[in-house]
């Protein structure tokens, strides 16, 4: 859409922001802009292009209302993720499914499947990116704990994390193993995330002949005798009449700024 077309202040109008104070609209050359100055040095400023009628329409709202508040959404199924209208950074935290644990008929023998390791970083974020969807989220299943029969736990399929609009290294949360019979604890998932300061944590490894399932780093803790807590927990294990459990699914946070 043109920008003759947009309906917005006239050029120059500074807008009421309590947070800022010195957020403009203005149109240079035909094109919209939200301009914002800096409050140590108001000859020093940064331009977003306002893209489109919607836009301006969001843009005018958040000044209005004093300036963009933060957001924040949680994510618990493979899906493209949008970003919406204002922020300039997005923070991603991400953990991929636990893996379940094992159970043996006896008293003995039996081992927690391993939690998913945890991912964090940021990125800058331009106008150009408002309304559309900016990554990708591919969570794979958590595990499943044995049940029944003596055997083993089985281990989560890695998620991901990708995208073609953000300058970003693709992100895999790699599978954490089961807990088994040996008994053998199952170890925590593996981390890949090339990103600029990203913080990396490898999950956490099972325990032997315990029915405690390992909470995923910064995740919901560690769980007793049940399913993995979310996101990312390990399955306990079990002996006898207590069945191995499922491990906890995978999650993405989004924190906008």
């Known amino acids: 859409m043109a920008a003759a077309l947009l309906r917005a202040p006239r050029p120059g109008l500074i807008l009421p922001s309590a947070r800022f104070r010195r957020d403009v609209v203005l149109c240079v050359d035909g094109q919209w802009y939200w301009r914002r100055y800096s409050k140590a040095d108001p000859d020093r400023f940064q331009d977003w292009a306002i893209p489109d009628e919607a836009s301006m329409s969001a ?98 399929v890695a998620s991901t994390l990708t995208s073609s609009t953000l300058t970003i290294s693709s992100v895999t949360m790699g599978t954490a193993g089961p807990g088994t019979t040996t008994p053998t604890g199952g170890v925590g998932g593996t981390v890949t995330n090339a990103n600029p300061g990203a913080t990396n944590t490898a999950g956490v490894t099972g325990g032997t002949n315990t029915t405690i399932g390992p909470g995923a780093p910064n995740g919901g803790g560690n769980v007793s005798n049940a399913a993995g807590s979310t996101p990312g927990g390990g399955g306990s294990g079990g002996g006898g009449a207590v069945s191995g459990k499922n491990g906890g699914g995978g999650q993405l946070n989004t924190d906008f700024i």
Do not use: E, K
């Open 59 to 156: 843009v005018q709202q958040i000044l209005m209302a004093g300036g963009y508040s933060p957001q924040s959404f949680t994510y618990n199924s493979s899906q493209l993720i949008p970003c919406p209208i204002g922020p300039r950074q997005v923070t991603f935290t991400m953990w991929g499914g636990g893996a379940g644990g094992a159970h043996n008929t006896g008293c003995s023998g039996y081992a927690s499947g391993g939690s998913s390791g945890y991912t964090q970083f940021a990125m800058a974020l331009t106008s150009a990116m408002w309304g559309t969807n900016i990554v990708t989220l591919s969570l794979g299943t958590p595990g499943t704990g044995h049940t029944g029969t003596t055997g083993n736990g089985t281990g989560s």
